[in-house]
């Protein structure tokens, strides 16, 4: 199993940007497949980025490629995620979740196994 906590949520404005961080703890980390999702208020929890073990290879939500940019850190058993320009529309909570499967980049909150508690990002107008 493995454990993920985030951190780096919070209040900005509009045109600002955030970085995300998940830490992981348990199971070795670099064996999981990890990705970002959030969660607005009356909607469904929504797929934005997704990285292979290695970090070589990533996908992306197309409402958030251009802004959007998922990392990780194996030797820190942390991703990232760091969001530019963004917009109130964004506004959510954002989970980090692990995959054990490490040959997809899958987009359905279904392949993935552990999640973290979530991290709230407003962002005003």
């Known amino acids: 199993q493995v454990q993920l906590v985030e951190s780096g949520g919070g209040l900005v404005q509009a045109g600002e940007s955030l970085r995300l961080s998940c830490a992981a703890s348990?199971?070795?980390?670099?064996?999981?497949?990890m990705a970002w999702f959030r969660q607005a208020p009356g909607r469904e929890r929504e797929f934005l980025a997704t990285?292979?073990?290695?970090?070589?290879?990533?996908n992306y939500a197309d409402s958030v490629k251009d802004r959007f940019t998922i990392s990780r850190d194996n030797s820190k058993s942390t991703v990232y995620l760091q969001m530019n320009s963004l917009k109130p529309e964004d506004t959510a909570v954002y989970y980090c979740?692990?995959?054990?499967?490490?040959?997809?980049?899958?987009?359905?909150?279904?392949?993935?196994?552990?999640w973290g508690q979530g991290t709230q990002v407003t962002v005003s107008s």
């Open positions: 979740a692990a995959d054990p499967s490490p040959y997809y980049l899958r987009t359905s909150p279904n392949h993935y196994d552990y």
């Open positions: 990285i292979k073990t290695s970090g070589t290879r990533t």
């Open positions: 348990g199971r070795a980390f670099s064996s999981y497949t």
